[in-house]
């Protein structure tokens, strides 16, 4: 089949999968998981270059997550995201390492190696389709993200140390634990370089030119990418440098863009190229499943197994991983708890549904695959690279029972465990609100006076109306948000009535834009012009009717 056929079928499924998910309610990644798995069992045939996999989906993917995480929660949750980003990940090389060599003690120790650390690394896109629409504490799910952002780079690392030391034969722990600092190290300073020049053109040269929205679009499209190969070339992590791209743009530039329709616009791009990658990837993996377990199937029975050996082993490898992150999670919530109050600012240590929770939470997904399929084929002796269908299909059989773990067990789990009373983004956005609406005033108070002894006659008296006008609508606002003030029902349902009156008057307007057009008294155009400044003003209602409170029941 033609590769444009195929990327445009590839497409359509992504769509398909995502609208029957509405219908029938099993997370998204599996349907996609298992849409891929049927179409390749129906003849609908798909591979791929595991390193041009990695190029294509990963960066922008990592890219759009690290630009997105909250800052603030990101550096309070720190401490726990970096042990389990990287020390978790080298106690389960080890422990994983060591355990798949005495459980199968003909695969190499490196190998074994090896597939413990392509495990190694958890897939946040997996655990969002898990858990959309559940309810989960902020701080859990910030921790999780933060350790999929880096866990990635620090896994592959490993992957690609332990595949080394296997086929060179010779392996040293003091020169792999130096260049991984140095792969780190060089990764994060890449990316960070290139989201710091990004972030100065922007401001000295694109936020000069407002008209350019395209072309600020396609290069913080590139940025991701450009990051990878840089760091790639230089042989430091280029998964790191993606992150570190979308850190530093988080940082230095948390509004994406110096101009309102610039943002507006790239915002709609990276949701479509999210919502097109996160199927892609999904599909792939069920398009790769049927080849990679039927040839594991065939290992076992000529090793003289039954075929349920291999699911057995299996289920024995993922118990592993998920046993040595519960014993990881425990020691370092020990660890920190023992810290926090010989400082003198004890913390609770976390109760035992929100360690079984974070241990489910390790779901396994495209980064593993991608990793796995990677492995060499040959050795330089021409030998084979040493049970490589093997270590595939348990990699991937991992993958699968990962996902239907955290499927059966952790929307139960979340549902146990705490969440606290008051939400807190809820109430930094209304005090928020608040100052703003104050500061608004209080700037419109100031230039009044100066703006009505500038203008005489009609002038002046529209000037002072249109004050008027602003100022009451300020303080309309004010008495929505005031707890103590007896006015604020009323103020509310003010702003809700007049939300209401202003989205029925846009719809009028649309549809009388429409007969125009139908009668050809406006061209396509003026059309075009019309539609973007009622998107815009209907989207700014939208958003206000989703900030005021929701009528009690009552």
């Known amino acids: 089949m033609h590769l444009t056929t195929t990327i445009l079928l590839l497409l359509l499924i992504t769509a398909a999968t995502n609208l ?24 609908f045939h798909v591979s791929f270059d595991p390193s041009l996999f990695l190029l294509l989906f990963i960066p922008p993917l990592l890219f759009a997550d690290a630009y997105r995480i909250p800052k603030r929660e990101l550096s309070e949750v720190g401490v726990p995201v970096m042990a389990l980003a990287f020390g978790l990940v080298l106690f389960t090389v080890f422990g994983v390492g060591y355990f798949v060599h005495r459980l199968l003690p003909f695969v190499p120790l490196g190998a074994a190696f090896a597939l413990a650390a392509v495990l190694s690394p958890t897939d946040a896109v997996a655990l969002g389709g898990i858990m959309r629409g559940r309810r989960m504490p902020r701080r859990f799910l910030h921790i999780l993200q933060g ?40 990764g994060l300073g890449i990316g960070g370089a290139f989201g710091w020049a990004f972030f100065q053109l922007d401001r000295r040269v694109l936020a000069r030119r407002p008209d350019e929205t395209s072309t600020y679009i396609v290069l913080v499209l590139l940025l991701p990418f450009a990051a990878y190969l840089a760091a790639d070339a230089l042989e430091a ?25 610039t943002r507006r616009r790239t915002i709609a791009i990276w949701s479509l190229l999210e919502f097109a990658f996160n199927g892609l990837i999904f599909l792939l993996l069920g398009l790769q499943l049927p080849a990679i377990l039927t040839q594991g199937v065939r290992i076992t029975m000529r090793a003289g197994y039954s075929p349920w050996a291999l699911l057995l082993l299996m289920v024995t490898v993922l118990a592993a991983l998920v046993l040595l992150r519960f014993i990881w999670v425990v020691l370092a919530s020990l660890l920190r708890s023992g810290v926090t109050r010989v400082r003198g600012r004890p913390q609770p240590f976390p109760g035992f549904m929100a360690l079984t929770a974070a241990s489910v939470a390790g779901v396994r997904g495209a ?123 009323q103020a509310q349902e003010d ?47 939208s958003h206000m009717a989703r900030a005021l409170p929701q009528k009690s029941a009552a």
């Open 147 to 186: 350790e999929a952002l880096l866990n990635d780079a620090s896994g592959l690392v490993s992957f690609n140390f332990a595949v080394t030391a296997v086929v060179a034969g010779t392996f040293s722990l003091s020169h792999a634990a130096l260049t991984f600092v140095m792969v780190a190290i060089g």
């Open 367 to 489: 980064v593993t695959l991608a990793g796995i399929l990677s492995l060499p084929l040959f050795m330089p002796d021409g030998r084979g690279f040493p049970n490589r269908d093997l270590l595939i299909s348990v990699a991937a059989g991992v993958i699968i029972l990962s996902l239907l773990l955290a499927v059966i067990a952790l929307p139960p789990l979340a549902r146990r465990l705490p969440t606290p009373e008051i939400d807190r983004v809820a109430i930094e956005i209304a005090a928020a609100r608040r100052r703003m609406a104050e500061g608004a005033m209080r700037e419109i108070e100031t230039r009044v006076p100066i703006g009505l002894s500038r203008r005489q006659g009609i002038a002046r008296i529209a000037y002072e109306e249109a004050a008027s006008r602003v100022l009451a609508d300020y303080r309309l606002k004010l008495q929505g948000r005031d707890n103590d003030s007896e006015n604020q029902v």
């Open 495 to 541: 702003q809700r009535a007049e939300v209401a009156l202003r989205l029925r008057a846009l719809r009028a307007e649309r549809a009388e834009m429409q007969t125009l057009r139908q009668h050809h008294a406006i061209n396509d155009e003026a059309v075009q012009i019309l539609i973007e400044e009622l998107d815009i003003e209907e989207e700014a209602l």
């Open 237 to 261: 992590s280029g998964i790191l440098a993606a992150v570190a791209a979308g850190l530093t743009l988080n940082i230095k530039d948390p509004f994406g863009g110096s101009h309102g329709n």
């Open 20 to 43: 029957i998910v509405t219908v029938v309610r099993v997370p998204l990644p599996l349907l996609q998981i298992g849409v891929g798995a049927l179409c390749d069992l129906l003849g």
